[in-house]
């Protein structure tokens, strides 16, 4: 019997995304599921009042707003939240989205420093690791990367710019570049040659077709559902392969002034392209078992980004979302931005749906969770942030519910993302910005 491991080091890197199989009855007992986590960000808050359910929501009885119906098909296994405060960033040096980005994940007040933000005042880095790395620290999951951080088009490499961090003062990079992303999780490494990246990716478009004699021998190991499972996970990478092919190809997606033509991942016109990519790249990583915390951050607060590629003016989007409510136009726009966030995260919800595991899917047995900044852009709002929790958690997560806070600390839902986890903790972050414990009713 041909177990995953040993597939993949005779399919000699090409990494087909796939589930933890089920081999047949009487070759081993079938493993448990291991409960995931994925941090999803969009920048600049919302407009809640499109948002949140509306008068006389109940906790299983709502409708939510306008903005959340590309999500929808997908309510039972929602948690939305209204009344989280980002207590942390009230306080501290900085602008409101400097505030906002350090205490996301961190619940950690920002520390002093040099970096301007957008209003002019000067902040540091955020003053404690993020929920994700301290989990794997916790967890020690024993997974070929320990967390693995995707970004779209995330430019700055200050406090606005990032939302994940190993410890006090130590931001990580994400990853822009999608094929640098698909080299590390799947590939071979090429030595940091972004060039060779590129190459390698190229000759790889169709991967499959060079180990499909292994492939075609390990179907025939397995019981008819996991043949199944194996051949939907091959078009899957075949379907990325096939969109990171594209974004080699473009010309325009390339610095010309860049002597080693590295490729240009910062292009606004392939923004929703590049969204995708990376929300691909994090389901596979998380089915294949590359990892099992990730996070996607698409682009940063207080971004330069003109969503011209979905048909809108050239305002860029914060501006959209600091436009006033006497600006009908632009403010119709803000929403067309808004809804079009609510789509990206609806379709990371069915491409995790869509991966069979266990009794379920990789849905089931992941913890997703989407937040902000801020509240809203244009009072840069830090109480109320707009926070959506979805999958199972593994079972520990109870979906199709909205929950309803009068001003508690998102300090308290940081520990109980940690519970959905399995890590007991009764406290993450700055103490004195906590209640002691999970958001009631959360778990």
Same mark, same amino acid.
């Given at each position: ?31 448990? =599921? +291991? ?8 920048? &600049?808050?919302t407009?809640?009042?499109?948002w949140? =359910? ?10 939510? /707003? ?11 296994r ?5 009344? @989280? ?7 501290g ?16 007040? #920002? ?19 993020? #929920? *994700?790395?301290?989990?794997?620290r ?8 320990s967390?693995l ?11 606005? /710019? ?7 003062e130590?931001? $990580?990079? +994400?990853? &822009? ?5 698909? !080299?590390r999780?799947?590939? *071979?490494?090429?030595?940091g ?20 004699? !292994? ?20 078009? @899957? ?7 990171? /092919?594209?974004?080699?190809?473009? +010309?325009?997606? %390339? ?8 490729? *240009? ?9 590049? @969204? ?11 089915? %294949? ?6 996070? $996607?951050?698409c682009?940063?607060? $207080? ?24 600006? +009908? ?29 266990g ?18 852009? &244009? ?7 707009p ?23 998102? &300090?308290?839902?940081?520990?109980? #993302?940690?519970?959905?986890?399995? @890590? ?12 002691g414990?999970?958001?009631v009713?959360? #778990?």
């Amino acid at each position: 019997m041909i177990d995953r491991r040993t597939f993949l080091r005779r399919a000699g890197g090409a990494a087909l995304a796939l589930p933890l199989l089920q081999l047949p009855r009487g070759a081993r007992a079938a493993e448990t =599921p +291991p409960t995931r986590l994925l941090l999803f960000f969009t920048p &600049n808050g919302t407009k809640k009042e499109l948002w949140s =359910p509306g008068e006389g929501a109940t906790e299983d009885n709502w409708t939510p /707003g306008r903005l959340l119906t590309p999500v929808m098909n997908h309510k039972q296994r929602l948690v939305v939240l209204d009344g @989280v405060d980002n207590k942390v960033a009230l306080d501290g040096p900085g602008g409101p989205h400097q505030r906002g980005m350090a205490g996301l994940w961190t619940g950690e007040v #920002i520390t002093e420093g040099d970096f301007v933000g957008g209003d002019g005042r000067r902040a540091g880095w955020a003053g404690g690791p993020s #929920i *994700d790395q301290y989990a794997a620290r916790v967890l020690q999951p024993g997974t070929p990367l320990s967390t693995l951080e995707l970004g779209v088009r995330v430019k700055e490499a200050v406090p606005r /710019g990032r939302m994940i961090y190993r410890g006090r003062e130590q931001p $990580v990079a +994400p990853l &822009n570049d999608p094929v640098e992303a698909f !080299d590390r999780m799947f590939g *071979d490494p090429m030595a940091g040659d972004a060039d060779a990246t590129a190459r390698l990716l190229m000759r790889r478009r169709s991967v499959l077709d060079a180990v499909q004699a !292994d492939f075609t021998a390990l179907k025939k190991k397995v019981t008819a559902e996991d043949a199944a499972k194996l051949e939907q996970h091959a078009e @899957v990478l075949r379907s990325l392969e096939r969109r990171l /092919g594209t974004v080699v190809d473009r +010309p325009e997606l %390339c610095n010309p002034a860049t002597p080693s033509g590295t490729m *240009d991942v910062l292009s606004e016109a392939d923004y929703g392209l590049l @969204v995708r990519a990376q929300i691909d790249l994090a389901v596979n990583a998380l089915a %294949c078992d590359v990892t099992r915390i990730a996070s $996607v951050q698409c682009s940063t607060a $207080v971004n330069a980004l003109r969503f011209t590629f979905m048909g809108l003016r050239d305002n860029e989007g914060h501006a959209l979302s600091h436009a006033g409510d006497s600006h +009908p136009e632009r403010q119709d726009e803000w929403e067309q931005m808004l809804t079009w966030y609510s789509e990206q995260f609806a379709y990371l919800l069915d491409r995790l749906a869509a991966v069979p595991e266990g009794d379920g899917s990789l849905l089931d047995n992941t913890l997703v969770v989407w937040g902000m900044e801020i509240s809203r852009g &244009n009072n840069h709002d830090l109480t109320d942030i707009p926070f959506v929790l979805a999958g199972g958690a593994g079972g520990r997560l109870k979906g199709g519910r909205y929950l309803r806070y009068d001003g508690k600390p998102h &300090n308290d839902l940081l520990v109980g #993302i940690l519970n959905l986890l399995g @890590v007991p903790d009764a406290t993450f972050g700055n103490v004195d910005y906590a209640s002691g414990g999970p958001l009631v009713g959360l #778990i």
